[in-house]
T-cell receptor
Framework: DAGITQSPRHKVTETGTPVTLRCHQT?????MYWYRQDPGHGLRLIHY???????DKGEVSDGYSVSRSKTEDFLLTLESATSSQTSVYFC????????????FGQGTRLTVV | AQSVTQLGSHVSVSEGALVLLRCNYS??????LFWYVQYPNQGLQLLLK??????LVKGINGFEAEFKKSETSFHLTKPSAHMSDAAEYFC???????????FGSGTRLQVQP
């Protein structure tokens, strides 16, 4: 299995609180991604990173920010959590783009109450 | 813009029967196509991918898929279903120069004894 660790694995938080999810990789892959998974929507891209301090928005980036200060860590922050952000969040990594396989973490189940 | 449509959010087959999961894509440039599988409470893992060359692609666990450009399809098949195939399956598309995958909404496969 690719060395990807997501933390925490489960979290319950209150509306309006900030939340940070962490993705840590040991593969030294250049690209890192955050997706959210919701029933009927598959996985949707939130943000991705193509190098240290290089990030870009995905299709559902509103309400989320990211940071990548080291190759191995990619943080996803919900500045002020809302109930619509209740979801399962997946981190993925890949060596390259295009035809390169992406490897996924185990996911973080976030519930906003 | 790229998109993926997976017909049938739920598919049920008997053990030993043919598995057919449908995927149609939309892409203005030559696509790279992927099938991922997700077992309960786990991340996604790659089943197979099409990039260039042979249009019939074989993957793990006896699955295969055929790229049909004229039909913009990439359907996943397995001749004989096994109970362990019960999972959710995602089709995804990307292309050269694109940094992230676009996923379909997923198909949950149920295998009846």
């Amino acid at each position: 299995d690719a060395g990807i660790t997501q933390s925490p694995r489960h979290k319950v938080t209150e509306t309006g609180t900030p939340v940070t999810l962490r993705c840590h990789q040991t593969e030294n892959h250049r690209y890192m991604y955050w997706y959210r998974q919701d029933p009927g929507h598959g996985l949707r891209l939130i943000h991705y990173s193509y190098g240290v301090k290089d990030t870009d928005k995905g299709e559902v980036s509103d309400g989320y920010s990211v940071s990548r200060s080291k190759t191995e860590d990619f943080l996803l922050t919900l500045e002020s959590a809302t109930s619509s952000q209740t979801s399962v969040y997946f981190c993925a990594i890949s060596e390259g783009q295009g035809d390169t396989e992406a490897f996924f973490g185990q996911g973080t189940r976030l519930t906003v109450v | 813009a790229q998109s993926v449509t997976q017909l049938g959010s739920h598919v049920s087959v008997s053990e030993g029967a043919l598995v057919l999961l449908r995927c149609n894509y939309s892409s203005s440039v030559p696509p790279y196509l992927f099938w991922y599988v997700q077992y309960p409470n786990q991340g996604l893992q790659l089943l197979l991918k099409y990039t260039t060359g042979a249009t019939l692609v074989k993957g793990i666990n006896g699955f295969e898929a055929e790229f049909k450009k004229s039909e913009t399809s990439f359907h996943l098949t397995k001749p004989s279903a096994h109970m362990s195939d019960a999972a959710e399956y995602f089709c995804a598309v990307t292309h050269t120069g694109r940094r992230a995958l676009t996923f379909g909404s997923g198909t949950r496969l149920q295998v009846q004894p």
